[in-house]
């Protein structure tokens, strides 16, 4: 049973623009969801959560929308920049469980 | 530096044979998860320790297992490896606020080849 889903595995977006990924789950007990961020040959680190209770979340460049309704959430990252390019987690608690992740890519 | 560290960093093996894999949680973290990152599959839930305790568990094999210790680092330990073991695992803790984790801090992994 997979509980979150992202059903893109890559994206491809022009420095500057905005990327957006993003994420289904299938059930709705959760508490938080997170974003984490994966380089190559490094652990993933934590990038930006929202709760239950919210619609949206913002930490400078990084927004997550959560559609309860749709069971979806997104995360924008406006502008994109090249070091942005990485693997996009997206997670629900608890506990953590996570998706197959999307492979961004921002070109210069 | 995420403050979670697991040894070894490359561990290489012979199918058949059994490894152990260690955690050492950030400093004040109750929580340890365990993930197995294999080619195109993700990050693979395996097991959580809460404070000594198994809290919930996820795709861990019965050939695999784990504890955590009184001083609450962690072992997950894997027995009768086969090639398809072959995997990065990750270790992250949590410091779980009201029994709910809001991030995970993880290590830098550990990658098994098994041969």
């Known amino acids: 049973d997979q509980q979150v889903k992202q059903n893109s595995p890559s994206l491809s977006v022009q420095e500057g623009r905005i990327s957006i990924l993003n994420c289904d789950y299938t059930?709705?007990?959760?508490?938080?969801f997170l974003w984490y961020k994966k380089y190559p040959a490094e652990g993933p680190t934590f990038l930006i959560s929202i709760s239950s209770i919210k619609d949206k979340n913002e930490d400078g460049r990084f927004t997550v929308f959560l559609n309860k309704s749709a069971k979806h959430l997104s995360l924008h990252i406006v502008p994109s920049q090249p070091g942005d390019s990485a693997v996009y987690f997206c997670?629900?608690?608890?506990?953590?469980?996570f998706g197959k992740g999307t492979r961004l890519s921002v070109i210069a | 530096d995420s403050g979670v560290t697991q040894t070894p960093k490359h561990l290489i093996t012979a199918t058949g044979q059994r490894v152990t894999l260690r955690c050492s949680p950030r400093?004040?973290?109750?929580?340890v998860y365990w993930y197995q990152q294999s080619l195109d599959q993700g990050l693979q839930f395996l097991i959580q320790y809460y404070n000594g305790e198994e809290r919930a568990k996820g795709n861990i094999l019965e050939r695999f297992s784990a504890q955590q210790f009184p001083d609450l680092h962690s072992e997950l330990n894997l027995s009768s490896l086969e090639l398809g073991d072959s995997a990065l695992y990750f270790c992250a803790s949590s410091v779980d606020r009201d029994r709910v984790p809001i991030e995970a801090f993880f290590g830098q992994g550990t990658r098994l080849t098994v041969v």
């Open positions: 400093s004040g973290d109750l929580s």
């Open positions: 997670a629900r608690n608890t506990p953590l469980v």
């Open positions: 059930n709705s007990m959760f508490d938080y």
